[in-house]
């Protein structure tokens, strides 16, 4: 299904029409999960001042401001676990990083610390979804939703497409959590090959 999502129809949403039903709809998760795919390697986040920071080659202070979010990231996902609900991410990670994705990765190792539950792969893992092309990034909530995460030519978040049909979400759901159970938690490989890694120039 990942690799077909791309050309199915569904309920084009803009970003605040995005945002607005994923919050409402996240907000109400109860006893079902969140899992997301993350293919792509390079974003553009101008509202993140943390990533703004690090673009302006003010790399620790860029990743002091990450610190600066774990207390909201602990009562978040430790309010998800109290409704029966997790976040559970897959990032496709190739090399040599991006700058993005450096940066990237020290905000989710800073989030898997807090509650959520990142694993990484190498791009060799979705190699065989991709006969038509890069997989998209891709979120469900629980069995009522998928949506393909939409971005403009420069990386800035754009909106979504939302998919509401719940054999769709079945599939992509299944899929992720195929490559999640052969994927390595981000806290043994963040240290091994992220921690002491030089940072790309933005």
Not at 157 to 180: F, K, M, Q, W
Request: aromatic share 8%.
């Amino acid at each position: 299904m990942l690799d077909v999502l791309t050309g199915l129809r569904g309920d084009l949403l803009d970003l605040d029409a995005y945002d607005e039903d994923f919050a409402h709809r996240f907000g109400a998760l109860r006893g079902a999960d969140a899992w997301k795919l993350e293919r792509i390697q390079a974003f553009h986040e101008p509202g993140n001042p943390s990533w703004t920071r690090y673009r302006a080659g003010e790399v620790h202070e860029s990743l002091r401001m990450l610190e600066e979010d774990r207390s909201g990231l602990v009562e978040m996902f430790s309010g998800l676990e109290r409704r029966g609900s997790r976040v559970l991410r897959v990032r496709v990670v190739e090399w040599p990083l991006t700058p993005y994705l450096h940066w990237e990765l020290h905000s989710l190792h800073v989030r898997a610390q807090c509650g959520e539950h990142v694993r990484v792969v190498g791009p060799e893992a979705v190699a065989h979804l991709e006969g038509r092309g890069t997989v998209p990034e891709v979120l469900t909530l629980g069995d009522e939703v998928t949506y393909r995460i939409r971005y403009d030519e420069r990386g800035v978040l754009a909106g979504s497409v939302r998919h509401t049909d719940p054999g769709i979400t079945a599939r992509c759901r299944e899929e992720i959590a195929a490559l999640y159970r052969g994927a390595e938690p981000l806290e043994s490989y963040f240290p091994r090959e992220v921690a002491l890694s030089e940072a790309p120039r933005a």
